[in-house]
């Protein structure tokens, strides 16, 4: 947090006066008959800003007093005062004005804070993202404040400077294609940018994947000799699945039938309704936790797309 000392083109001249005024002494029975407060009524902060106030309380023989003052801020939404004594902190907490007022012996002097916060940047939540065609992310933005607080309010606008990836208004991208597209948010003439790879689906580098980490595992399908004869390991999956037929559901029904996941029965068993097409067995994978759907659906993609050993 920064802190400011505000206003001291006027405590300079107050403390000149208190040092060349004269009294009868300071004290608890010595009332203060005017109170000066070091703050202009059009001070400005960020949220996250700590300003300083200081009040000079001057009794009837022109002595200072420092000891037994009242401090509140009218608004605790927008400042919060730390601090007793002749000077305080008031902390800045969120946009608005508020009143910044002291007193003591039934005499009170107040200043203004206003608390506005001004964007300097917009912060994306990611400088690249890359996913597979179809598929979406979500992207963040903020507009901050020098602080790096963000903007309450503040709504940035979204734009894709190319064809591989779309993008609405909430920053959720969609990938249209192969490519790469910078994925733009602005607040008024202050932006930030993301690049976004879109990759073709693969099932090498998309599906093989999959199977390798959650079936093609010890006891599992490893070797033609596992579970229905069904090999998943890298090498040996796509000529056991591609347009071969499952020995479960029978009548005909393929482990993948290209261009229709629906028929598949390899997404029957991943996501348990192997039943409905004639299969048994348990879901896939056996003894651990069903895939997310978001994977799933990454096979299905490739199904949908041809089934292509690429």
Not at 50 to 58: A, K, P, S
Not at 67 to 74: L, R
Not at 177 to 192: E, F, K, R
């Amino acid at each position: 947090m920064t802190a400011r000392n505000v206003g001291v083109w006027f405590t300079t001249g107050l403390i000149a006066a208190a040092l060349t005024g004269c009294g009868n002494g300071t004290g608890p029975n010595d009332p203060v008959i005017s109170l000066q407060i070091t703050a202009s009524a059009d001070t400005a902060v960020s949220i996250g800003e700590t300003v300083t106030f200081d009040v000079l309380g001057l009794t009837a023989g022109g002595d200072t007093v420092t000891t037994g003052y009242a401090w509140i801020s009218d608004s605790a939404q927008v400042a919060t005062i730390s601090g007793t004594g002749a000077s305080v902190n008031a902390i800045s907490v969120g946009n608005g004005n508020t009143t910044i007022r002291v007193s003591r012996d039934s005499i009170s002097a107040q200043a203004t804070l206003v608390v506005q916060q001004v964007a300097v940047a917009v912060v994306m939540s990611a400088d690249s993202t890359t996913l597979i065609e179809t598929f979406t992310a979500q992207l963040t933005a903020a507009a901050q404040d020098a602080n790096a607080n963000d903007v309450v309010g503040a709504t940035v606008v979204w734009s894709a400077d190319a064809g591989a990836a779309t993008v609405n208004g909430t920053g959720l991208v969609t990938g249209a294609g192969p490519g790469t597209a910078n994925v733009i948010a602005t607040y008024g003439t202050l932006a930030d940018s993301s690049w976004v790879t879109v990759e073709a689906i693969s099932y090498a580098a998309h599906v093989q994947p999959i199977f390798d980490a959650n079936c093609a595992t010890a006891g599992c399908h490893v070797t033609a000799t596992q579970p229905a004869g069904l090999d998943l390991s890298s090498g040996n999956s796509y000529a056991d699945l591609v347009n071969v037929n499952s020995t479960q559901a029978g009548g005909g029904v393929r482990r993948v039938k290209a261009n229709q996941s629906a028929n598949s029965y390899v997404i029957h068993k991943l996501e348990g309704t192997q039943a409905s097409v004639g299969g048994s067995g348990v879901q896939m994978p056996s003894g651990a936790s069903p895939l997310a759907q978001e994977t799933i659906n990454v096979i299905k993609l490739w199904i949908d797309r041809g089934a292509v050993n690429n």
